[in-house]
């Protein structure tokens, strides 16, 4: 039997309010990112820091970017610099106190900066269609959140992402993938699932998930070298991934 749904998202909820006042170092995996813009976000948002890529990397300037499951904020604040001032950066959290470290910051860096392009919402990010309107981002990202969702959001949860982006929009998810299926124990194991493993996708069946949501030209940009973790013989390491929405045409 599966853990209850409730099971699930308390744990889920428990563990990041709880690495939103202490660092979790078991949380995700260590990643460099650029360090000209970590420069203006505050040390109690780098301290706490739960990501295992950097999908900031592929943004571009005047994009509007939405980052779903922003927690403490530190993805939206690089892309904020990333987009520029023409752009725009919104965080989809529902922790109130990821919620909380973020906003209490806000101000502080795009005073740093010299302009405010970042806003923060709550809510789910498998339950979007009261947040943003259709059609209306560039860019979706997220950062080793996807694995936290309950398996039977999942396919609410891709149809929303591809519902937000415009015509010639894009998905760039950073997550937690497995090499091989992950067996219901460790599913039912709330410490596991909190920790990003054993909600992890199989990583053929992540890119399954874009294609089947409507994504075309799903590919993997980036991965890991190396297995993050090993448990009962499975691999679990960090993708991330590319899909868009509608075919770009390579002459334009």
């Known amino acids: 039997?599966?853990?209850?749904?409730?099971?699930?998202?308390?744990?889920?909820?428990?563990?990041?309010?709880?690495?939103a006042g202490t660092c979790d170092k078991e949380l995700c995996c260590p990643v460099d990112y650029d360090p000209r813009y970590?420069?203006?976000?505050?040390?109690?948002?780098?301290?706490?820091?739960?990501?295992?890529?950097?999908?900031?990397?592929?943004?571009?300037?005047?994009?509007?970017?939405?980052?779903?499951?922003?927690?403490?904020?530190k993805i939206c604040f690089i892309a904020s610099q990333i987009v520029g001032p023409?752009?725009?950066?919104?965080?989809?959290?529902?922790?109130?106190?990821?919620?909380?470290?973020?906003?209490?910051?806000?101000?502080?860096v795009g005073d740093r900066i010299g302009y405010h392009n970042v806003e923060f919402r709550k809510g789910r990010i498998q339950d979007l269609s009261p947040l943003i309107p259709d059609g209306s981002v560039d860019v979706v990202i997220s950062n080793c959140v996807l694995n936290l969702v309950r398996e039977e959001d999942r396919e609410r949860l891709f149809a929303g992402i591809f519902r937000v982006l415009r015509d010639g929009g894009r998905a760039v998810i950073a997550d937690i993938v497995s090499n091989r299926t992950v067996p219901q124990a460790m599913k039912d194991d709330p410490d596991l699932w909190s920790g990003c493993i054993s909600g992890?996708?199989?990583?053929?069946?992540?890119?399954?998930?874009?294609?089947?949501?409507?994504?075309?030209?799903?590919?993997?940009?980036?991965?890991?070298?190396?297995?993050?973790?090993?448990?009962?013989?499975?691999?679990?390491?960090?993708?991330?991934?590319?899909?868009?929405?509608?075919?770009?045409?390579?002459?334009?």
Not at 1 to 19: I, Q
């Open 1 to 19: 039997m599966s853990a209850k749904p409730h099971d699930v998202d308390r744990s889920v909820l428990d563990r990041y309010s709880a690495a």
């Open 38 to 73: 970590l420069e203006v976000i505050p040390d109690e948002i780098l301290e706490r820091d739960y990501g295992c890529g950097d999908p900031s990397r592929h943004l571009r300037r005047g994009e509007t970017v939405l980052d779903l499951g922003s927690g403490g904020g």
């Open 86 to 108: 023409e752009g725009r950066v919104i965080g989809v959290d529902t922790n109130d106190d990821m919620l909380g470290l973020a906003e209490k910051h806000r101000r502080t």
């Open 200 to 252: 992890a996708y199989r990583e053929d069946r992540f890119l399954q998930a874009f294609e089947r949501a409507g994504f075309a030209d799903v590919r993997v940009i980036d991965r890991d070298e190396s297995a993050w973790q090993t448990l009962q013989g499975i691999d679990f390491g960090a993708v991330t991934v590319e899909a868009s929405r509608g075919r770009r045409s390579s002459c334009c």
